[in-house]
């Protein structure tokens, strides 16, 4: 049972990323709603990029390093040698996120326009994989496929209403 828990956890990693990231933004809202940056929207920037950016960067940067044949399968890829390139690129992303989550508006604002240039074309490639080799992997159209699109979509909505309360 425990093996089929942790197992499932991180299939869906991406997924619980998101979600910690909508509930403590939500809990710190709660908790800050009379200081500056309690709005949710600006804790949903904030925790959205350390999480779904950040730590998932660096996750996805372990994964595709370390552990290049697990991956590979799990995406429905062949092992290659570009996972490398691939996790180097998660890495400096997730850095990134995680530094973002105590910037101020400009510094997040580059890192979310960085994270949606990385989500979205990493979606782009999964669905040209769907289309093109018919893979549907969990890796490739699973959960992490809809964060994918689901995640830019969340941090351009904080943007733009973060960029209202200024």
């Not at 390093?65 to 998660?90: H, L």
Request: net charge neutral; charged share 15%; with cysteine.
């Amino acid at each position: 049972m425990a093996e089929l828990l942790i197992r499932g956890f991180f299939e869906n990693f991406s997924v619980v990323m998101l979600v910690a990231a909508v509930v403590l933004a939500g809990a710190f809202a709660r908790l800050h709603r009379d200081r500056p940056g309690g709005h949710f929207a600006e804790q949903l920037l904030r925790w959205t990029l350390l999480l779904s950016v950040g730590v998932q960067g660096i996750f996805t940067f372990i994964v595709h390093v370390f552990f290049p044949a697990t991956s590979a399968a799990n995406i429905g890829w062949a092992e290659s040698p570009f996972q490398y390139e691939v996790g180097i690129a998660d890495l400096t992303v997730g850095v990134l996120g995680v530094l973002a989550w105590r910037g101020d508006f400009g510094f997040r604002l580059a890192a979310v326009i960085a994270a949606v240039c990385w989500y979205w074309g990493d979606a782009v490639g999964h669905v040209r994989q769907m289309v093109i080799s018919g893979n549907f992997a969990p890796g490739n159209a699973g959960p992490w496929f809809w964060t994918d699109v689901l995640v830019p979509i969340v941090l351009l909505a904080s943007v733009i209403f973060c960029r209202r309360r200024l």
